[in-house]
């Protein structure tokens, strides 16, 4: 399995508060990719990355933002948290080889926001 | 636009044969993935098709139609762990890797 880990595991925060996520992986692949599942929706795309400080939006960006200041590291913070942004979030990254775009799963981040 | 479709919920018996389909419509297409998620778990890749015909990978197998926009996943000799949520997703030519998913089929085997 790739080398791909997602800080906090579990966290409940309150309305209103910042979150910071982190992905850390260990594969120096170049893509990063943030996730949000939910019952009904499927894996939504947050926001990806293709290299150090180059990010761009998925199609749920709205309320999140990212950095990646180095290549193992792929930060998701929530400026302000609201009760839609509680789901599981996934962290995946993938790499340059030939065709193959597979991407790998980090575990998981359960988040709830009171 | 960039459409996937499978259906939602299947059922099977243990030691069955099922197949999961996926129909999609999409621009650009570059390939087409089968995840496997348990619940509670992430996704696990398990298999990646961009040319036409079957792909067999031990108990399972994956089909791909470009000209039909079409897939489908074979699971064989079903076992109670095979019970998962079975994720399919397209890549697209110059999207940064981005890929478009499909809602998932939950699979439920039963003894």
């Known amino acids: 399995d790739a080398g791909i880990t997602q800080s906090p595991r579990h966290k409940v925060t309150e309305t209103g508060t910042p979150v910071t996520l982190r992905c850390h992986q260990t594969?120096?692949?170049?893509?990063m990719y943030w996730y949000r599942q939910d019952p009904g929706h499927g894996l939504r795309l947050i926001h990806y990355?293709?290299?150090?400080?180059?990010?761009d939006k998925g199609e749920v960006s709205d309320g999140y933002s990212v950095s990646r200041s180095k290549t193992e590291d792929f930060l998701l913070t929530l400026e302000s948290a609201t009760s839609s942004q509680t789901s599981v979030y996934f962290c995946?990254?993938?790499?340059?080889?030939?065709?193959?775009?597979?991407?790998?799963f980090g575990p998981g981040t359960r988040l709830t926001v009171l | 636009g960039q459409n996937i479709d499978q259906p939602t919920e299947m059922t099977a018996t243990e030691g069955a044969i099922v197949q999961i389909n996926c129909t999609y419509q999409?621009?650009?297409?570059?390939?087409l993935f089968w995840y496997q998620q348990h619940a509670g778990e992430a996704p696990t890749f398990l298999s990646y098709?961009?040319l036409d015909g079957l792909e067999e990978k031990g108990r399972f197998s994956s089909f791909l139609s470009r000209s039909k926009g079409y897939s489908y996943l074979l699971l064989k000799e079903l076992q109670m762990k095979d019970s998962a949520s079975y994720l399919c997703?397209?890549?697209?030519?110059?999207?940064?890797?981005?890929?478009?998913w499909g809602l998932g089929t939950s699979l439920a085997v039963n003894p």
């Open positions: 995946a990254i993938s790499g340059d080889s030939g065709r193959s775009d597979t991407q790998y």
């Open positions: 594969e120096n692949h170049r893509y």
């Open positions: 990355s293709y290299g150090v400080k180059d990010t």
């Open positions: 999409t621009s650009g297409f570059n390939g």
């Open positions: 098709n961009v």
């Open positions: 997703g397209t890549v697209n030519a110059g999207n940064n890797r981005k890929l478009i």
